[in-house]
Each structure stands twice: as structure tokens, then as C-alpha cells.
């Protein structure tokens, strides 16, 4: 009876690790606060034809409207409903587009905010994205309904009800993070709706789940809601597949509260990453490229099955939730790249690729005054569509990282490496690094001062190669930089530091054809 009960629950973990990514991708998307049926066209138009495998979308749930400032891009993870609007469209919008991507086998990754209401600030009223009434001063949801039965405040110790102290594990997962509302999950009342808000998004057709704030839940409380989830829809996903749950915790070390509480239950965002990999491409504190050669667990992240890993994400590219100053953003336009194609050429972890939108910067103290302001928005406060430029960029602020040449081609890179081992390592012993995966792929970047000039080892068949970063491999020809790869495997590269773009990428798909020629 006992290996049957952890043969279940080996299964039950196994597939919550799944992302359920069909046609050999790899990589997730944040396309963050787009309007859903922009989502659907760019699932259909760009996505699908350039291998990316799914896209995490802003919380669908029915959030507080904040005027003071203007609609925050916060906002949205101040529910008061589990209703299916908010400012990226209406509950059929979303039903289309979930649809719609996966009709081109794009899953879809929902951003749930389960661990609390909003703030206890929130005022009454219905300044809500669907018009609902709620009244935050007494903790009364009547859409859900929840009342102030259902909120944690007499659990939490402290005596503003805050947290106050992250060593304090009960602080941390009973009290109010900057004065959210905090649900009691231990009520089988409060785990039974928000098991209805993820099941009907399940039904519709979702892949799985990002869920916020993990680390302010206790582990057996997500336990119990996990287990009750329903299977994916069998229209688009294998019977009996279980949702893909990845859950956002904050451990850079030093707390009591560890990302390993969370193994068991799906994979984990590793922050460490993101933090370390900006240090070491700024070359901050003496940090070099050449020290990567045990990049991943050997930097003591957590397991390569359990994370999902990203150059930056919404908040700390706005200086919250963590990281610091070393994290990269599309602010650093040069460095960013090269993390990315770093990122999605090495073989750790699960990648996400972040997609923006600008806003004016305004610094006072070393801190951004404007790190509030929501997505590009009409005087009416609704969300701008993502217009298209002739040269495929996005318009009227939306940066759209995903769409840079040099990204996604490192995500069709990861795809056709996918399941490689590291091979070939090559450095300088400063910052110059190379390295392949099997015999599928190479990338070789220079991030020091000077020009590299190496003969190196690739590990490709012989051959005339695209590289991918400065270009593309169309028409039977190249429209950036090639390589010639002899039939020993070895390659002539040189990378001058005053590029624009200091790495070179190549990989069987970018192989020409004998007969090929160049443009």
C-alpha cells in the first residue's frame, strides 16, 4: 500500500514539473500586461513559427483600480474577485486566446495571485477591473464571497499584523506582506475557491501555473490545493496530464524559509540566477565569464529539474522583489543580450524570456520614482494595443524583447540543442568563454576589452554555418556572419570587443547546404 501511495505521489510531482511543451520547445515567454487578444495574434503570427513553447500571461483574476498613482502595473496583483477581467480583456477574450495559442501548440501559463485579496487600504467601493463592490476595510469579497472569516489576521503575531521579521517562518506566511490581505489556507472553505478560480482557468485550457508569492504559503496548504486541481484539457494535452506549476520564491540564502520546501510540489523560480548571472557579465566585483565552466549547481542554484530561471522578470527589473542592481534589463541593451543568448545556449534550468514595456525613469536616491507606472495606456486608463513596426519590432512603448533578433534566435538555438550535454568548454581565464552542446550547437562570446582571436573546437560536422546573432540563415544563405567548420570539428572565430553584439551562435540548423550560396 505504501509504494502505491508514493508511486502516486512520484506522479503527481513528476507532472507538475512537466511544462507540457509540444513540438520540441523549450522556452516560456512573459509577455507582461499584454491585452489577451494581442497575446492570440502574436501566438498565431511570431510565437509558434519561432519555437517558443508557452506564454505566461498577467493575472486574469479581477483586480482593485488604483488612481492614486495612476493604475500601477501592481495592481493587478490586488484581486477582489476571481472573476475573468481585467485591463488585458474580458473572460471570452481570454477564452479565445488560450484557444487560439493553443490551437498552434503555445501553451499558456497563468500568473496566479492565491496568497491574498488586496491591501487592507483598498477603500470600498467598485473601483474594481469589472465593476464589482468590495469593501477592503472590513475584508468583505462578496464575489467570491469572502469576508473577514477567511483572512489570517489572527494567526499573525506582530503587532501592526505586517511582517517584520523574515526569520520569523510564521511572520512570513501568516501576516500581511505590504498590508495584502492575507487568506487563511488552511480553511477548507478558502483552499475549496481558489481550487474553483484554477480548475475553470484548467477547463479553458491553461498549461499550468505560475503562482505568486509561494514563499508566504505554507507548503502543505499548496499541497492540499494542488492535489485537487483537475487534469489538463484532454482537447489539447495527453490524458491524465497534470497542470505545470512553477512557484515564485524568494531564497538568495540567509532566511530560515528555503526554495527546497517547494521541491515537491513543481519547479521553482531560482533567483540566484538572475542575480549572479548580472554580476558576472557587468564584472562586478571581480567576477569573471571563465567562471562559469560550473555554472548551475555547481554555484550552488538548486537542481537544474526544479527551476525556472530568467536574465530578469517584472519586478526586479523595476529594482523589487530581488536581485539588486546587478540585474540586467533591456535598459542595458548589450549586456541583456548577451545573458540572454548565455542563458538559452548553457542547459540549466527551465528559461523564461522576459517581454516589457518602457516607462520614464526618474531617480531620486539611486531609486526609480516612476517604477509604478502601469503599460502604455489610452487617457481612459484601458491598455494599449502592441502595434507591429515594417522591421517586426513592437511600437508606442512595448519593448518586446522576444522579438530582438538576437533572443529569439537563441530560443529556436535552445530547441535544436535540447537535451545535449555541455561539451567543448574553451576560456581565456577572463572573459572570453566557448562552449557547445553535443554536436548540435556552439556559441562563443567575448565580454573583455580586447578582440578574441581563437581556433576552437566545436564539436560540428564539417561544414558552412549562419551564425544566428548577427543574422539569419535565409534563402539558402546568410545575411550576418558565417563560419566554416572543418571536417575535424574545429572553427577559426573572431569576436571584436567593439561589437555590437560580442558572441557568435551556430547550430545544425543553421548549417548551409553544400549547393548553398551566401548572400
Not at 475573468?84 to 501548440?105: A, F, Q, Y
Not at 553535443?438 to 581556433?455: A, M, P
Request: aromatic share 12%; glycine share 10%; charged share 25%.
Amino acid at each position: 500500500m505504501k509504494l502505491v501511495v508514493l508511486a502516486g505521489l512520484f506522479g503527481l510531482t513528476f507532472g507538475q514539473n512537466d511544462p507540457h511543451m509540444k513540438h520540441e520547445r523549450t522556452s516560456i515567454v512573459h509577455l507582461f500586461e499584454w491585452r489577451w487578444e494581442d497575446i492570440a495574434t502574436e501566438c498565431e503570427r511570431y510565437l509558434a513559427p519561432k519555437g517558443f513553447g508557452g506564454v505566461q500571461i498577467s493575472p486574469p483574476s479581477e483586480s482593485i483600480v488604483v488612481t492614486n498613482p495612476w493604475q500601477p502595473w501592481w495592481q493587478r496583483y490586488q484581486p477582489i474577485s476571481y472573476n475573468l477581467c481585467s485591463r488585458s480583456g474580458t473572460e471570452e477574450e481570454l477564452k479565445d486566446m488560450i484557444t487560439r495559442c493553443n490551437n498552434v501548440g503555445v501553451n499558456i501559463y497563468v500568473d496566479a495571485v492565491i496568497n491574498h485579496m488586496c491591501g487592507a487600504g483598498g477603500g470600498e467601493g467598485n473601483h474594481s477591473s469589472c465593476g464589482t463592490y468590495f469593501n477592503a476595510h472590513k475584508k468583505d469579497f462578496p464575489s467570491v464571497p469572502f469576508s473577514s472569516w477567511d483572512f489570517n489576521d489572527g494567526k499573525c503575531k506582530t503587532a501592526s499584523g505586517e511582517i517584520e521579521n523574515y526569520n520569523d517562518i510564521f511572520q512570513v506566511r501568516d501576516c500581511r506582506l505590504v498590508s495584502l490581505l492575507d487568506l487563511a489556507m488552511e480553511k477548507d472553505y478558502v483552499r475549496v475557491k481558489i481550487v474553483e478560480y484554477m480548475n475553470k482557468l484548467i477547463d479553458m485550457g491553461v498549461a499550468g501555473f505560475r503562482v505568486d508569492a509561494s514563499k508566504h504559503m505554507w507548503p502543505g496548504d499548496l499541497s492540499t490545493i494542488f492535489d485537487r486541481l483537475n487534469n489538463l484539457s484532454t482537447r489539447w494535452f495527453p490524458t491524465g496530464s497534470k497542470p505545470f506549476i512553477y512557484q515564485e520564491v524568494i531564497d538568495l540564502g540567509g532566511e530560515p524559509i528555503q526554495a527546497k520546501e517547494y521541491f515537491d510540489l513543481g519547479r521553482v523560480t531560482e533567483f540566484k540566477y538572475s542575480s549572479k548571472l548580472g554580476a558576472v557579465v557587468r564584472k562586478w566585483k571581480n567576477e569573471k565569464l571563465c567562471y562559469l565552466k560550473n555554472w548551475g549547481e555547481g554555484w550552488a542554484f538548486m537542481p537544474s529539474d526544479k527551476a525556472v530561471v530568467f536574465v530578469d522578470n517584472h519586478d526586479n527589473q523595476r529594482g523589487h522583489g530581488a536581485g539588486g542592481a546587478s540585474v540586467l534589463t533591456f535598459w542595458d541593451a548589450r549586456l541583456y543580450k548577451m545573458a540572454m543568448g548565455l542563458m538559452l545556449a548553457h542547459p540549466y534550468g527551465l528559461t523564461r524570456v522576459m517581454s516589457s514595456y518602457q516607462w520614464d525613469r526618474r531617480f531620486e536616491n539611486g531609486k526609480d520614482q516612476n517604477d509604478w507606472i502601469g503599460p502604455p495606456s489610452h487617457g481612459n486608463g484601458s491598455t494599449k494595443a502592441v502595434p507591429i513596426n515594417p522591421d517586426t519590432t513592437c511600437g508606442e512603448g512595448w519593448v518586446c524583447e522576444h522579438r530582438w533578433r538576437q533572443i529569439r534566435n537563441m530560443v529556436a538555438f535552445r530547441n535544436v540543442v535540447h537535451g545535449q550535454p555541455l561539451s567543448n568548454w574553451w576560456d581565456n581565464s577572463k572573459n572570453q568563454i566557448a562552449f557547445g552542446r553535443g554536436s548540435r550547437g556552439f556559441t562563443v562570446i567575448n565580454n573583455d576589452d580586447w578582440n578574441l582571436s581563437e581556433t576552437l573546437n566545436t564539436g560540428l560536422p564539417g561544414g558552412t554555418y549562419c551564425d544566428v546573432i548577427s543574422g539569419d540563415k535565409l534563402s539558402g544563405g546568410c545575411t550576418g556572419k558565417q563560419l566554416e567548420v572543418d571536417k575535424d570539428g574545429r572553427a577559426y572565430f573572431f569576436i571584436s570587443n567593439k561589437d555590437e553584439d560580442p558572441f557568435i551562435a551556430v547550430h545544425t540548423d543553421s548549417k548551409l547546404s553544400k549547393s548553398s550560396c551566401t548572400l
